[in-house]
């Protein structure tokens, strides 16, 4: 049998669906949003369930904390009444009050997500409230983390900013409900200055993903941040205008946690920004996270910590402390956030403390992962950058650029793209170009050329002694070893070998597609043997690739062979 609990999920589902669907319905001509819609007419029920006689406008014109909300809740008792009688007749009391606080942190659906719980009470734990705290959310939303947090902690004062009206509107009308004495406020977080209310503690789960040059005109209307990017360059990633703003609000001696996207961490544009925060001892930590804690969003996420006087950052690579919930999400339980917190004031094979001259060394990088040593790191060996002669891009050409220059009879040039590497290996029928101008030759692979993607998943070849010329495309570096220093065979099989792979996806960067740069490839760690073991390596290496040729060729023998059987039968 459903438990009592089941029941009532169930029948919240139901009311939820409802609202939605009406709310969706071409007749509907009410709400400036959907959140804003199941709150209102959700909050409306409650008040005639419990006097049908009521008169709602007046209710509200005589309460002094949603007097000034009368104006969005008029349509809704113009136009909505029917639907209000319709929901007392099918739904209790309990329902229609847990509609008013109801959230679905799986639907993308809004601009108002809430910040998953788990997330909050990982921030809460950085955060460590005490009762004579001003607490601050900049980007408050529907004002979830808030509510979360006083339910494990009070504090002095409460404020919540958010520049979307439908956000203040729902918040205000659950902090009601809810008892609860917050001070929401409709602002630009990047243009208004808050310091002025003196928080302490501050969070923010704020939007990811703008442009900074959407934004350029509400950062020059606050000196004080204007101040700090005057000379930024239009590449920045717009995640540090939240990031900054916040510190701008901070209290001295007060704490910051926010959420940001990866590519903040290690964006060259951003080199400055982070350069400063981490010289002035403002950047406490940096943790990353798994890519679906945010289900509105599948970025890459880090959690960043702010507070005054640090002299080392502390690191954490949390992305493999997680808890999947179906195939794109994922969440962190109480345990997940125990382990993550742990390993935040603790030392392991995932987090440390890192000083501001290694910060320094890497280029302000704040990228975990470039300071962590993993089970597959190699501690015997040198650098990629000190065996090559040169690492190249292919040439870039666009597919119509391309397109012109095929040439479908023989000629002493031909093309190498991603796709005619599979396995390790590279097509032995390669296309054909017309006569090929001067200033792509230096796109020419050389012989023993390494080849690798610049994209994950990570491809590597070779071409070998060269028979005619090869021109390498712009989703490829080719890379010229110093024989007389390594084997490029040898140097291919490691970077073949799930630790060189390994290594290659740590280093590569980017939110959804993720790639590498030359210098981060030269950063590459390859392992130095003898001079016979490596020799060994590289004769079984090169004796593999044969083979695996060998068997690709009988392979695609014996799938035309089947596709043969019946081709004569009528």
């Known amino acids: 049998m459903e438990s009592r609990e089941r029941k009532k999920e169930l029948k919240l589902g139901s009311l939820v669906r409802a609202l939605r669907e009406d709310y969706e319905s071409p007749y509907n001509s009410v709400g400036n949003g959907r959140d804003e819609f199941i709150v209102a007419i959700s909050f409306l029920s409650t008040l005639k369930y419990k006097n049908r006689k009521v008169d709602l406008k007046e ?38 009050e847990a509609a ?47 509510f979360d947090s006083l339910e494990s902690q009070e504090v002095s004062k409460v404020y919540g ?21 917050v001070d929401f406020r409709e602002g630009n977080i990047i243009t208004n200055d808050y310091s002025g209310l003196g928080a302490n503690k501050i969070f923010s789960n704020f939007p990811l993903g703008l442009r900074y040059r959407d934004s350029l005109k509400f950062v020059e209307e606050n000196p004080k941040l204007y101040k700090y990017l005057r000379n930024a360059p239009m590449t920045i990633t717009h995640d540090w205008l939240f990031v900054l703003a916040g510190a701008l609000a901070m209290t001295p001696g007060g704490r910051f946690v926010c959420l940001m996207g990866k590519r903040g961490t290690w964006n060259a544009a951003d080199k400055e920004i982070r350069e400063r925060l981490v010289e002035k001892g403002l950047v406490e930590g940096v943790i990353e996270l798994n890519s679906g804690m945010l289900p509105s969003r599948r970025l890459e996420v880090s959690m960043l910590i702010i507070s005054e006087g640090n002299r080392e950052v502390r690191m954490v690579d949390a992305r493999e402390v997680y808890t999947k919930v179906g195939y794109f999400f994922s969440l962190l339980k109480e345990e997940d956030v125990a382990r993550i917190t742990e390993l935040y004031e603790k030392d392991s094979a995932i987090s440390r403390s890192v000083s501001f001259a290694e910060i320094a060394d890497k280029g302000y990088e704040l990228s975990p992962a470039r300071y962590l040593e993993y089970k597959d790191d190699i501690k015997e060996g040198m650098p990629l950058g000190e065996l090559v002669k040169d690492i190249s891009r292919g040439a870039p050409l666009s597919s119509r650029d391309l397109s012109e220059l095929i040439s479908k009879e023989p000629t002493d040039y031909r093309y190498l793209l991603l796709q005619n590497i599979e396995d390790g290996l590279i097509d032995e029928t390669l296309p054909y170009l017309t006569d090929l101008e001067e200033r792509y030759h230096k796109y020419l692979l050389k012989d023993n050329s390494i ?12 071409v070998g002694k060269l028979d005619g010329e090869i021109l390498a495309t712009g989703n490829l570096f080719f890379l010229e070893l110093d024989e007389s220093k390594i084997d490029p065979l040898y140097v291919e099989a490691f970077l073949q070998s799930d630790r060189g792979i390994a290594q290659l996806e740590r280093l590569s960067k980017g939110t959804g597609i993720t ?19 490596e020799r060994e390596i590289a004769d079984k290496f090169r004796k593999d690739k044969m083979k695996l040729r060998m068997l690709m060729k009988q392979l695609a023998s014996t799938r035309e062979e089947k596709a043969e059987l019946f081709r004569e039968v009528k």
């Open 451 to 462: 080849i690798l993607s610049r994209n994950a998943p990570f491809k590597v070849s070779s």
């Open 515 to 533: 790639t590498i740069n030359i210098g981060d490839l030269k950063e590459v760690m390859i392992p130095r043997l003898p001079e016979e073991e």
């Open 59 to 96: 209710e509200i014109r005589s309460n002094d904390k949603l007097a000034d909300l009368l104006h969005v809740f008029e349509p809704y008792i113009d136009r909505k009444m029917g639907l209000i009688d319709q929901l007392l007749e099918e739904y209790e009391i309990d329902l229609l």
């Open 161 to 181: 900013v958010d520049i979307n009206p439908e956000a203040i509107f729902t918040s205000r009308v659950r902090a009601y409900f809810l008892g609860r004495e």
């Open 100 to 146: 008013i606080t109801f959230d679905d942190v799986y639907n993308y659906r809004t601009d108002l997500s809430p910040t998953p719980r788990g997330i909050t009470e990982l921030a809460l734990n950085l955060l460590k409230l005490e009762e004579e705290d001003v607490l601050l959310d900049l980007g408050s939303g529907k004002g979830n983390f808030i």
